[in-house]
């Protein structure tokens, strides 16, 4: 066994170790409150920590979350979403699916086989919500309208709910700037096509700039958690261009237009290069700017699926591509244990809970 995968082992006991610890420390609680009754203790009434909201959103009554098909008339939300630590969103559906299974296990939860996680937001027929324990995943679609939709109503979700500092994290896939494939990129900073750190939102005829911002040490914390030797990819921080078109708004020479030089598209993605820039998508700068108006602790990890100064067209094969996607998700799902039971440990216990395992998302 190399040198690197043995420390990869003592990590994972360690976790195992801290995971298990973790479990008792819940069962005595459980036992405790069995033992003591609920009424003893006093209900701590919590108040959403979102913030600058719409001050409209306490004359709905009800609210209803059109495109997630739930309204505060029908869900008991403290009740039932009131838990929500992470909401993590990704482009498609059945990513979302697949993750929701995932981080399932992850976290050290069981549900009997026989049964299926079930989509929240089904009957509204455009975008998907699984609830996972403390885990909220949503696909969003592509683009920032599609993104934007779904964070104001998830937002408005978990400030019903009243939830507690609830994390947001989205993530993708991305063409890499000079990034080998496969390759994992999280995002330092989210900028527009014309290169600025703003998310621009056209209200009622006037532009309005919306600051991209997005949560450094978040960042830091997701990349520490990799393991370049045994996981067998890299992660790497830096700048996003966040387009709003997959073909022209990101120089391709494949769409069904294109009025630029093959030499001009290389300019200019050199010249995007130079600034910084590591990856392109098309959701990054809607999800930091709307994200932080609210005061939420987001970020944004993305797989690089091909590198732009190698070509334009996706060609990796599908089973390729599967592997890939699953790359922000282990990271992902490390940081939420890491979360969720270095809490459970008190300072006499000896906890380290940031390894990363071999799992890894299966379809
Ligand atoms: C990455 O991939 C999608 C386009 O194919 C888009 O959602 C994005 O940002």
Not at 23 to 35: E, G, P, T, V, W
Not at 59 to 76: G, K, R, V
Not at 327 to 335: A, D, E, K, S, T
């Amino acid at each position: 066994m190399s040198g690197a995968c043995g420390s990869q082992l003592a990590k994972d006991v360690n976790e195992l170790k801290a995971m298990v610890k973790a479990q008792n420390k819940r069962i005595d609680k459980l036992i405790k409150h069995i033992n003591e009754g609920c009424e003893a203790k006093e209900e701590v009434q919590l108040e959403s920590t979102m913030t600058g909201l719409n001050p409209y959103i306490e004359c709905l009554n009800p609210d209803i979350l059109y495109h997630l098909n739930l309204s505060t008339d029908t869900t008991d939300f403290p009740k039932v979403f009131g838990d929500v630590r992470f909401v993590c969103l990704g482009g498609t559906p059945s990513r979302m699916h697949k993750f929701a299974n995932f981080i399932m296990k992850e976290i050290g939860l069981k549900m009997n086989s026989s049964v299926q996680l079930k989509d929240l937001a089904e009957d509204a027929h455009r975008y998907a919500l699984y609830k996972v324990g403390p885990v909220l995943c949503a696909s969003h679609g592509i683009g920032g309208p599609s993104i934007s939709i779904v964070l104001h109503e998830l937002i408005k979700l978990v400030h019903h709910a009243k939830c507690q500092n609830p994390i947001f994290i989205r993530m993708g896939t991305c063409g890499g700037i000079g990034v080998e494939p496969g390759t994992v990129v999280i995002t330092s900073e989210a900028l527009d096509g014309q290169l600025r750190p703003v998310y621009e939102v056209v209200v009622q005829t006037t532009p309005e700039l919306r600051p991209t911002k997005l949560d450094a040490d978040l960042a830091k914390d997701l990349k520490s958690l990799s393991d370049p030797c045994c996981d067998g990819f890299d992660v790497i921080i830096g700048k996003t261009l966040c387009a709003n078109d997959f073909y022209e708004g990101q120089s391709r020479l494949d769409g069904a237009f294109c009025d630029y030089t093959s030499a001009k598209k290389m300019e200019f993605l050199s010249r995007i290069s130079h600034a910084g820039v590591v990856n392109m998508e098309m959701e990054s700068s809607a999800f930091a700017a709307i994200t932080s108006q609210a005061g939420i602790k987001a970020a944004v990890i993305c797989v690089a699926i091909i590198n732009r100064l190698e070509g334009d067209q996706i060609s990796a094969p599908e089973e390729r591509l599967t592997e890939w996607n699953s790359r922000p998700q282990i990271l992902v799902g490390r940081y939420m244990r890491k979360v969720l039971y270095s809490e459970d440990c008190t300072d006499e216990d000896t906890c380290d809970c940031a390894g990363g395992d071999q799992t890894q998302p299966t379809e």
